[in-house]
């Protein structure tokens, strides 16, 4: 009975070495198949200290140009930072400085290599971001700079379009006078409102305020004996006949009141 005791211990060791070599390898693959399954799902590798230190830079690039720090903005682009990198939000340091009207940002950044056409992730430019708020001094300067004028956002349309929506009309003729496509509707453009039956009247359009436009008269479209007052599209005043709307007279209308745009005089 004294000799089985080494024998039980010697069995219960080689038992424990069987163990370890069965169950380590299939842990490993586990353990393979987890991270596998990580990174399949989605999950970001770790970041290099490199990538880290670059991230930094940037992120304290778009503060510099919402806030206007120059000094710090000047540092951060001397230390590397991309003047085209976009944000979390898909935003570049160029769309914040416009945003906040950080006119000297802006120029430092386009000095620096920013670039004037890039859009945002949703598909904006500097340029519509200036033309949206009426930011006439900065949306000079990204023309001067090479600003594509006629790039549209869906859903906001031109800059110009943007800029005669929001009411903006400087900003509106800085960019028809630097050669902004008109959009069928803007001043100098000629448009109709014909919603009584296909009669009604044409014009020029002289003015426009987000959707309100003012348009000079030039052509009465049927209405022989006088087409019905509408609030919107006459300004509350029969067109034509007797005691209507005539041709040469400024009449006001809303933007749903245009049936034809771009019309050739």
Not at 63 to 84: F, H, I, K, M, V
Not at 111 to 139: Q, Y
Not at 212 to 235: D, H, W, Y
């Given at each position: ?9 010697l ?5 424990a ?7 380590t ?5 586990a353990q ?5 399954t990580?990174r ?11 990538d ?12 510099s140009?919402?806030?206007g720090?120059?000094?710090s ?5 001397r230390?590397?930072?991309?003047p ?5 939000a ?7 400085a416009?945003?906040?009207?950080q006119i000297?940002?802006?120029r ?11 859009t945002?992730?949703?598909?904006r430019t500097?340029?519509?971001?200036a033309a ?11 023309i001067?700079s090479?600003a594509?004028l ?5 859903g906001a349309g031109?800059?110009l379009?943007?800029a005669?929506?929001?009411?903006h009309?400087d ?14 509707r803007?001043?100098?453009?000629t448009?109709?409102v ?12 002289e ?22 007052a509408?609030?919107?599209?006459s300004a509350g ?5 007797p005691?209507g ?10 933007s749903?009141?245009?049936?034809h745009t771009?019309?050739q005089?």
């Amino acid at each position: 009975m004294k000799s089985q005791k080494p024998v039980l211990i010697l069995c219960t060791f080689v038992t424990a070495i069987a163990c370890l070599l069965l169950f380590t390898p299939s842990r490993l693959h586990a353990q393979t198949a987890d991270v596998s399954t990580a990174r399949q799902a989605g999950a970001p590798a770790p970041q290099s200290p490199q990538d880290a230190a670059k991230a930094i830079r940037d992120e304290a690039l778009h503060q510099s140009a919402r806030t206007g720090d120059l000094n710090s903005l000047r540092a951060r682009l001397r230390e590397g930072a991309d003047p085209n990198a976009r944000d979390a939000a898909g935003r570049t340091a160029l769309l914040d400085a416009v945003a906040a009207g950080q006119i000297d940002a802006a120029r430092m950044l386009l000095d620096s290599g920013a670039k004037a056409n890039i859009t945002s992730s949703e598909g904006r430019t500097p340029l519509i971001e200036a033309a949206t708020l009426g930011h006439l001094e900065i949306t000079q300067v990204l023309i001067h700079s090479g600003a594509d004028l006629n790039i549209p956002q869906r859903g906001a349309g031109t800059a110009l379009e943007t800029a005669e929506r929001n009411g903006h009309n400087d900003v509106a003729a800085l960019l028809r006078q630097a050669g902004a496509r008109s959009s069928g509707r803007s001043v100098g453009d000629t448009v109709c409102v014909r919603p009584w039956k296909g009669d009604g009247y044409c014009g020029t359009v002289e003015a426009v305020h987000k959707t309100a436009f003012q348009i000079r008269v030039t052509k009465i479209v049927g209405c022989e004996n006088g087409c019905a007052a509408r609030p919107l599209c006459s300004a509350g005043r029969p067109v034509g006949g007797p005691d209507g709307i005539a041709v040469g007279e400024l009449v006001g209308a809303v933007s749903s009141c245009l049936t034809h745009t771009g019309v050739q005089p």
